[in-house]
C-alpha cells in the first residue's frame, strides 16, 4: 500500500531565506506527484505537477523534483516571503492515471517578516 | 470558471441527525472526488466517480455514510446517522481524466457533530 510522508511537520524560517519541503512515498510504481498548497480555512490549490518521467517542474519561485527511484520530491521554495506561509502537500498518483491521489498529512510553513 | 462549489461551508448537527453535502464540479470534469480531511489522519480519499460512476468507495468508513452523483454537474454525500467521530472538514475535488491531471478543489464543508 502506497504511503506519503512528509517531513517536516512544520517549519519556521525567517522571510528572505531560501528552503527546501521534503516528500517520501513508498511505491516507486507512481503515475506522477502533485504538490498542493493549503490556506488556513481553504480547499487546496494545485502548484506542480511533475510526470513520472520528468526530473523537476518550475513555476516562479517554486521548483519541484522527483526522483522516482528514490521514492523523494522535494519542493523548493526561494526567497521566502510571509505570504508563502501555509501548509504544503504532496501527492502521488497511482500507477494507472485513472485513480485518485494519496497524499502526505503536509508541512505547515510558517514565514516570519 | 466558478471553481469547484461546495455547500454548506459550515455544518454544527447533533448526533443522529443526517447530514447532507453537496458539490458542483467543474463544468467539463468528468472524476469527482470525495476527501475527508481531519488533523489525525490527514486527507483521506472517501469515493472517487469518473463519469457519474462510483470507481473506488474503498474509503466510505461504513454504511453510515452514501454518496451519488446522479448527473455530471451534482453529487452528495450523505451521513445518516451522524456521530461526533464524523466531526472533519469534507472536500469535493473534480478533474478531468481522473486523479493523474491537475485536480482542483472545492472550498471545504466544515463539520461538526455534537
Known amino acids: 500500500k502506497q504511503e506519503v510522508t512528509q517531513i517536516p511537520a512544520a517549519l519556521s524560517v525567517p522571510e528572505g531565506e531560501n528552503l527546501v519541503l521534503n516528500c517520501s512515498f513508498t511505491?516507486?510504481?507512481?503515475?506522477?506527484l502533485q504538490w498542493f498548497r493549503q490556506d488556513p480555512g481553504k480547499g487546496l490549490t494545485s502548484l506542480l505537477l511533475i510526470q513520472s518521467s520528468q526530473r523537476e517542474q518550475t513555476s516562479g519561485r517554486l521548483n519541484a523534483s522527483l526522483d522516482k527511484s528514490s521514492g523523494r520530491s522535494t519542493l523548493y521554495i526561494a526567497a521566502s516571503q510571509p505570504g508563502d506561509s501555509a501548509t504544503y502537500l504532496c501527492a502521488v498518483s497511482p500507477n494507472q492515471a485513472g485513480t485518485a491521489l494519496i497524499f502526505g498529512k503536509g508541512t505547515t510553513l510558517s514565514v516570519s517578516s | 470558471d466558478a471553481g469547484v462549489i461546495q455547500s454548506p461551508r459550515h455544518e454544527v448537527t447533533e448526533m443522529g441527525q443526517e447530514v447532507t453535502l453537496r458539490c458542483k464540479p467543474i463544468s467539463g470534469h468528468n472524476s469527482l472526488f470525495w476527501y475527508r480531511q481531519t488533523m489525525m489522519r490527514g486527507l483521506e480519499l472517501l469515493i472517487y466517480f469518473n463519469n457519474n460512476v462510483p470507481i473506488d468507495d474503498s474509503g466510505m468508513p461504513e454504511d453510515r455514510f452514501s454518496a451519488k452523483m446522479p448527473n455530471a454537474s451534482f453529487s452528495t454525500l450523505k451521513i445518516q446517522p451522524s456521530e461526533p467521530r464524523d466531526s472533519a472538514v469534507y472536500f469535493c475535488?473534480?478533474?478531468f481524466g481522473g486523479g493523474g491531471n491537475t485536480i482542483y478543489f472545492g472550498e471545504g464543508s466544515w463539520l461538526t457533530v455534537v
Open positions: 511505491d516507486s510504481a507512481i503515475y506522477n
Open positions: 475535488a473534480s478533474s
